[in-house]
């Protein structure tokens, strides 16, 4: 099974400011890899997909980068609506799907 | 209205039976995969089953394997998950959720649910 490493656990910045977050593959995924957005209570919302797609309706200042093991989701300027927990998914290892274990994304 | 509906949850004791009920409207049920996930309390997200777009294939987690079975019926857009010999650790909100590609399944998820909880417990 494929483990994704999310980091940090949390990430705590205020709004306007860009926010970084990593997603690490214990092998190679190519660039078969998702982000995800879920807020408290509700279910989550795919933001990016194969790494650097955004899904319909996402805004521009969410963006996807990296390949291989090491991958990258950023924000370019934090909105109020954007802190929630992040999670990415691979899907190379067909049919066991994985998820990490996300990245909490807080106001400071 | 695009939407995944589930339905089914509840609290049942260990090495019982439970059944899922996910009901589609808004898009064509029948071009789909369809996938459930689960998310136990406080916890991350967790693949558990796909079904095909024709219900042929299907592939589930190991831990699940020989005690959930996954299908579909086209007719009524409904999408079902039968969970047999259920563990404490099998509790979860499951929700379930949309393949992103027609037909042949991308294993990214584009529409979710708003879940249902099973709970296992003596």
């Known amino acids: 099974e494929i483990v994704l490493t999310q980091s940090p656990a949390t990430l705590s910045l205020s709004p306007g400011e860009r926010a970084t977050l990593s997603c690490r593959a214990s092998?190679?995924?190519?660039?078969?890899l998702a982000w995800y957005q879920q807020k408290p209570g509700q279910a989550p919302r795919l933001l990016i997909y194969d790494t650097s797609n955004r899904a319909t309706g996402i805004p521009a200042r969410f963006s996807g980068s990296g390949s291989g093991t090491d991958f990258t989701l950023t924000i370019s300027s934090l909105q109020p609506e954007d802190f929630a927990v992040y999670y990415c998914?691979?899907?190379?290892?067909?049919?066991?799907?994985?998820f990490g274990q996300g990245t909490r994304l807080e106001i400071k | 209205q695009v939407e995944l509906v589930e339905s089914g949850g509840g609290v049942v004791q260990p090495g019982r039976s439970l059944r899922l009920s996910c009901a589609a409207s808004g898009f064509t049920f029948r071009n789909y995969g369809m996938h459930w996930v689960r998310q136990a309390p406080g916890k991350g997200l967790e693949w558990v089953a796909v079904?095909?777009?024709?219900?042929?294939?299907?592939y589930y987690r190991d831990s699940v394997k020989g005690r959930f079975t996954i299908s579909r019926d086209n007719s009524k857009k409904t999408l079902y998950l039968q969970m047999n010999s259920l563990r404490a650790d099998d509790t979860a909100v499951y929700y379930c959720?949309?393949?992103?590609?027609?037909?042949?399944?991308?294993?990214?998820?584009?529409?979710w649910g708003r879940g249902s909880l099973v709970a296992v417990s003596s």
């Open positions: 998914q691979q899907r190379s290892s067909w049919p066991q799907i994985t």
């Open positions: 079904i095909s777009y024709d219900g042929r294939d299907k």
């Open positions: 092998q190679s995924v190519s660039s078969q």
């Open positions: 959720a949309k393949d992103f590609a027609m037909m042949d399944p991308s294993l990214y998820f584009d529409l």
